[in-house]
């Protein structure tokens, strides 16, 4: 046992001085007390539309409620077509769902400055030469950014600074102490945000943080299904899809948290590069999906390792053991337990 927890704590630590991109899933807002998709599944079905008995909106919304009942909302979004007008108002009620949960996360981050161990990493990160770090996430939170503020850098996703925020187009704005550049987290945001926002003459603005929507705007955020695959085309996704894929083939090593393998959207560039450039994958999560445990064992990522919860501790999965081991009396699948191991 010995033996094979040294071979894991050498991919760990190799992974992690080799400066790597995060990949942040929803496993680590759930952490915080952010529903998921169950919880958004069993909302939506709870909702009453907006549309009257016997229109074609009404029939399809009946037709996926049924289809919720036997399958999950991603498949259930993909299988039903639904109106765009349908489609925007259960944009406005994921929106209205979740995002409280985000501000109360922020409200738990102004009475605990140490509530995201993921500020800790990013001050690791930062002491040395590295001047930025990417993060590609499909969270509409904002809890990546909180910790960046946190850990006292600047983050940027894809906006100017400020209170109304526009899109930075065809350009990088970088925040400067004299002539040296402040360093940055980048988050690729490629499903959108709680605080994006398209105004009525189709611009996307950035707002502060707030628990309302705001009257005459709509959210701008991908939901589960075959919409999230047409607005892969449109602004600002379009740009952040080719800046996260640029992100991902220069990585020399990635650390994911909380992350399913669950959108092949996303994930397709990063599954690239762990077979063709054999770039090295951590994996730490309460527990490992179905699709990222067909990942691993399908041979794709040659050097990996990944932990789960177990039953008295963690079970790690390598490339070297692909069959697992428990590591017992240690949880060293939570972010701050994995920051210990590799950050002492």
Known sequence: ??????????????????????????????????????????HLKSMRMPCATGTP????????????????????????????????EIVKVTWDYLAPHDIRVLREFLNDRDLFPLARFIRHYFNSTHTELHVLTPNYDRLIEYATDA??????????????RERA????????????????????????SFDWFRDPAGNVIGLPPMEIRPD?????????????????????????????????????????IGYGFNDEHIQTTLVEQCKTRHVPLVLIT??????????????????????????????????????GFEVKGQAYWRLDQFLNLVLA
């Open 1 to 42: 046992m010995d033996r094979m927890w040294n071979d894991a704590l050498e991919v760990a630590q190799s992974c992690v001085r080799q400066a790597p991109m995060l990949v942040i899933g929803s496993g680590a807002s759930l952490a915080y007390g952010i529903p998921g998709m169950p919880q958004l599944k069993d």
């Open 57 to 88: 909106e009404h029939d399809s919304w009946e037709a996926l409620k049924m289809k919720l009942d036997t399958t999950d909302l991603e498949s259930a979004l993909t299988e039903i077509r639904l109106s765009p007008g349908l489609t925007a």
């Open 151 to 164: 850990a006292g850098f600047v983050h940027y996703t894809g906006f100017m600074y400020g209170h109304l």
């Open 169 to 192: 187009a065809g350009y990088e704005p970088r925040i400067h102490n004299g002539a040296k550049a402040l360093r940055t987290v980048k988050v690729w945001k490629v499903h959108g």
């Open 216 to 256: 005459n705007l709509h959210p701008v955020i991908v939901t589960p299904g075959i919409e999230k695959y047409r607005q892969a085309h449109d602004e600002p996704f379009l740009s952040i899809k080719q800046g996260s894929d640029h992100a991902l083939k220069t990585a020399r090593s990635y650390l994911c």
């Open 286 to 323: 309460k527990a490992i999906s179905h699709t990222a445990k067909a990942f691993l064992s399908s041979g794709k990522c040659s050097q990996y390792l990944a932990l789960e919860e177990g039953p008295d501790g963690t079970i790690a999965y390598t490339h070297l053991h692909p069959s």
